[in-house]
């Protein structure tokens, strides 16, 4: 069994001119957090490409978040521990940089899942978070975004289009331990207060040592009417591969509540997959001297991991 971290930077339809930032974004987290794997624990190296991309301004998570209706960022994070089935996540959370950090603490340092909103800011502050301010998240793209949904004449379909740019990663570490991280936004212009898939246990993400891990983007609403992430986790319990197990949760979800979405999913073999039913999601793998990356349906470009572009 081989290491491995696989990442993605959103299912959706992502605009020409941002084709470029967002797959060579990707490439990079999972260049940053491969290094962390080497030798290392699955939850450091799923943390650390995570917070690269909430660092990087063109994903929608961290700086870069779309904005809910009043016009500011709330985050949502996870990640899951698959040794004990540990987790921790964060929603509706303001003021912070990486919101995948502040789930990992509530899972560490908290015997609850989930915080949310003021009381996440709380216990941010508790643990010497520092606190940035709302407007240093607000990127000039979200706003546009944002202001064009506002218009009457806004097409909603359209105006989320190159906004589902949900983060996550999962990985297997030598030692046959899973973790899988989850970040993002959330949806454009949504409500405040508003909570999705990403910060819910088994939605917006998943890891069990015994199974697999899985990581998902795409239209929240619809991912947790159908548990997307234990969805595909239990197909493959019943002897599906992370392959045919992530086709067959996202045909399901396509199928029962007219969602599209994508997921990235491993198994305890370090065997990986990155599927999807939008039109694009920009993803990449490492494993052994190898990075596969792609943004297309069937597309998987290979290059070797120390090429730095
Ligand atoms: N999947 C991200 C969201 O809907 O919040």
């Known amino acids: 069994?081989?290491?491995?971290?696989?990442?993605?930077?959103?299912?959706?339809?992502?605009?020409?001119?941002?084709?470029?930032?967002?797959?060579?974004?990707?490439?990079?987290?999972?260049?940053?957090?491969?290094?962390?794997?080497?030798?290392?624990?699955?939850?450091?190296?799923?943390?650390?490409?995570?917070?690269?991309?909430?660092?990087?301004?063109?994903?929608?998570?961290?700086?870069?978040?779309?904005?809910?209706?009043?016009?500011?960022?709330?985050?949502?994070?996870?990640?899951?521990?698959?040794?004990?089935?540990?987790?921790?996540?964060?929603?509706?959370?303001?003021?912070?940089?990486?919101?995948?950090?502040l789930a990992r603490l509530v899972m560490e340092k908290t015997s609850h899942l989930c915080l949310t909103a003021e009381g996440a800011s709380q216990f941010a502050r508790a643990m010497g978070v520092p606190?940035?301010?709302?407007?240093?998240?607000?990127?000039?793209?979200?706003?546009?975004?944002?202001?064009?949904?506002?218009?009457?004449?806004?097409?909603?379909?359209?105006?989320?289009?190159?906004?589902?740019?949900?983060?996550?990663?999962?990985?297997?570490?030598?030692?046959?331990?899973?973790?899988?991280?989850?970040?993002?936004?959330?949806?454009?212009?949504?409500?405040?207060?508003?909570?999705g898939d990403t910060a819910c246990i088994g939605c917006g993400g998943y890891a069990d040592n015994r199974v697999g891990a899985v990581s998902p983007t795409g239209h929240g609403e619809a991912i947790m009417k159908v548990t997307l992430a234990r969805l595909i986790l239990f197909h493959m319990e019943q002897g599906l591969s992370s392959h045919e197990g992530s086709d067959l949760g996202l045909a399901t979800m396509k199928e029962r509540v007219g969602g599209l979405g994508g997921v990235v999913t491993v198994d305890p073999q370090g065997r990986w997959a990155a599927r999807f039913t939008s039109a694009q999601m920009a993803w990449a793998a490492a494993q052994g001297d190898t990075l596969h990356y792609g943004l297309y349906p069937g597309e998987d470009i290979t290059q070797s991991i120390g090429d730095p572009n």
């Not at 030798?39 to 990087?56: C, F, K, P, R, Y």
């Not at 301004?57 to 960022?73: D, H, M, R, T």
């Not at 289009?161 to 046959?176: L, Q, R, S």
Request: some cysteine.
């Open 131 to 195: 606190e940035v301010p709302g407007e240093s998240l607000v990127t000039d793209y979200a706003r546009m975004r944002w202001e064009k949904n506002l218009a009457p004449d806004a097409n909603p379909v359209e105006c989320q289009m190159g906004k589902m740019g949900t983060v996550g990663a999962v990985a297997v570490d030598a030692d046959g331990n899973i973790a899988c991280a989850t970040s993002t936004g959330g949806m454009l212009n949504k409500m405040e207060g508003r909570v």
């Open 1 to 101: 069994m081989l290491p491995v971290l696989v990442v993605h930077g959103g299912a959706g339809h992502i605009p020409k001119e941002r084709v470029e930032m967002s797959c060579a974004g990707v490439r990079a987290a999972t260049r940053a957090g491969y290094a962390v794997l080497q030798g290392g624990w699955s939850m450091d190296a799923v943390v650390e490409a995570v917070t690269h991309l909430e660092n990087i301004p063109s994903f929608n998570a961290g700086c870069g978040s779309v904005l809910n209706v009043k016009g500011e960022v709330e985050m949502d994070a996870i990640v899951m521990d698959g040794r004990t089935l540990a987790s921790g996540a964060v929603s509706a959370v303001r003021n912070i940089a990486n919101p995948i950090q």
